[in-house]
């Protein structure tokens, strides 16, 4: 059963892994035991937790069975992904949304800065009552001006780092991505508990509807690397 990041379409609670045994008796008097059957139960729906309008319960093995096909075709994109293009299409990317956001934090910031000009003038008139704000609103709104600049600055420091730190960065994405690799490879032979660690990895969050209809959302940090 490959639980952990299972939730329900309709009510967003998580779906818990649960198995249960059938008995049965035959007319010469003997107890029977069916094979143990594995569910996924919606305690919003199951426990009146909430107004759930969805499934109490759905087949495991169905839910599965296309969480591990959704899995095997994202293996075998990555196996087509050759290391070289993967690695020089997700730095510049990445590279050009650090500069992206630097300009935007920059932009912020003469943003606040020019606020902050006009709450400091806002001040003498609050002062001699010519203001529409006391002095109190002001001094708070233009703390909160001067620590928004702080923040920025901080974090345009974080980001300029990051981008002399390339080789760093480059390292961190073959990192992943060798991951990606590693798992496409040992996949089907891997042990079940082997395979949900992958799927916990791999995958952020699938929904599982009416009809067991899944919608699934893949971890964005392996999903980079086969987007169209």
Not at 36 to 52: D, N, W
Request: charge should be negative; proline fraction near 1%.
């Amino acid at each position: 059963m490959l639980s952990g990041t299972l939730y329900c379409a309709h009510c967003g609670m998580k779906l818990n892994a649960t198995s249960y045994v059938d008995h049965y008796t035959t007319k010469d008097g003997v107890r029977h035991e069916t094979p143990r059957h594995f569910r996924y139960i919606c305690a919003g729906k199951a426990m009146k937790r909430s107004e759930c309008d969805g499934q109490s319960a759905y087949v495991a093995d169905k839910v599965d069975c296309q969480v591990i096909d959704f899995l095997r075709e994202c293996f075998s994109r990555i196996k087509l992904t050759a290391r070289e293009v993967a690695l020089e299409s997700r730095f510049k990317a990445q590279m050009t949304d650090v500069k992206r956001k630097i300009k935007e934090l920059e932009k912020d910031s003469e943003s606040q800065k020019s606020k902050l000009r006009d709450l400091t003038e806002e001040i003498a008139d609050a002062l001699i009552g010519n203001s529409k704000f006391t002095p109190d609103i002001l001094s708070m709104a233009i703390e909160k001006c001067k620590q928004k600049i702080v923040d920025n600055n901080a974090e345009i420091q974080e980001l300029h780092q990051r981008l002399e730190n390339q080789e760093e960065e480059l390292t961190r994405i073959d990192y992943y991505y060798s991951q990606f690799k590693s798992w496409a490879d040992e996949f089907d032979k891997a042990t079940l508990e082997r395979k949900r660690m992958i799927a916990d990895e791999l995958l952020s969050e699938v929904s599982v509807g009416k009809g067991y209809e899944v919608s699934i959302l893949m971890n964005a940090t392996y999903q980079q690397f086969i987007s169209a």
